[in-house]
């Protein structure tokens, strides 16, 4: 099977990745991530609550490796920011947090209104160029039907030197399927029919609606051709010492079941010369689909 691959300039297998992160990625977080799932829908606050602090811890670790400061007078925007779980912990970080969401039921869900939240689509933000210090979108890819579109769009966003953070559910990993459980496996359509059957009502998840097939190799072909600098790929809800997976094709996507892309936005020139490297030397990515 044809494989993609991580660009040069990150092989998490090579050596140990040595940021704050990293250093914060237990095997007590990854379990603590993982059992908050059986909650999603039961008790969304506390699953979406627990989300929104690991993303703030882990914005801010990285923030403060590529700044050398803290989140204090950053101005944040989260792609796809739904019930606002976020604000309160960007505000408790000291930065201003701006959302965007393209479903206003979500912007109000469980009476959540957050001051700074717009309605928008991720595939063509309504912000000018250059706009925020760090963008950001957790688990939000995979209901996008062009992903690399928004991906591109925060970057266009976000200030030279500010931070990117690009997290999303692996399709063939175990949370692919959302709310139908592991039944994806069999296909979108199949799982969605027999989640109706079962419940008696839609999945709140629409396979090829709402929902969309997006690979560990699909994040890997972006990182290798976008103009922003990529700092480091990781499986989000595992331990770091476990973020060699990464470089397994096959094994990748049915084990990693998010994948984090971090970046950085180089100045024009710094795009130039990126562009000049990648065409010169090869490059990072063997072409295929997984």
Not at 160 to 171: A, C, D, E, M
Not at 231 to 238: A, D, L, N, S
Request: proline share 6%; hydrophobic share 40%; charged share 25%.
């Amino acid at each position: 099977m044809p494989t993609a691959s991580l660009p040069r300039t990150e092989q998490p297998a090579q050596r140990r990745d040595q940021s704050r992160f990293a250093r914060r990625a237990t095997l007590r977080r990854s379990l603590r991530l993982l059992t908050s799932f059986r909650f999603e829908q039961s008790d969304p606050g506390r699953f979406y609550g627990g989300i929104a602090t690991d993303s703030a811890d882990l914005i801010g670790d990285f923030y403060a490796d590529i700044a050398g400061r803290d989140l204090t007078g950053t101005v944040v925007l989260d792609v796809g920011g739904g019930p606002g779980y976020f604000a309160d912990e960007f505000a408790a970080a000291g930065a201003r947090y701006v959302s965007v969401e393209p479903d206003p039921s979500e912007m109000h869900a469980a009476g959540l209104r957050v001051a700074g939240s717009v309605r928008g689509s991720g595939m063509a933000l309504p912000f000018r160029d250059d706009a925020f210090d760090v963008c950001f979108s957790s688990n939000v890819a995979e209901h996008v039907p062009q992903p690399w579109v928004m991906a591109e769009e925060m970057v266009r966003v976000t200030k030279p030197g500010g931070l990117i953070v690009f997290s999303y559910t692996v399709w063939h990993g175990p949370f692919g399927g959302h709310e139908t459980g592991l039944w994806h496996y069999l296909g979108g359509e199949y799982a969605a029919r027999r989640y109706r059957r079962k419940h008696g009502r839609e999945p709140k998840n629409r396979f090829g609606r709402s929902l969309f097939a997006v690979t560990a190799a699909d994040g890997l072909r972006w990182a290798a051709t976008t103009s922003a600098d990529v700092r480091t790929i990781f499986p989000r809800y595992h331990p770091s010492w476990a973020w060699w997976l990464v470089r397994i094709p096959v094994i990748r996507e049915l084990l990693v079941s998010n994948l984090v892309v971090v970046a950085t936005k180089h100045d024009q020139a710094s795009q130039l010369s990126r562009r000049d490297l990648r065409t010169g030397a090869g490059s990072a990515l063997a072409h295929g689909d997984s």
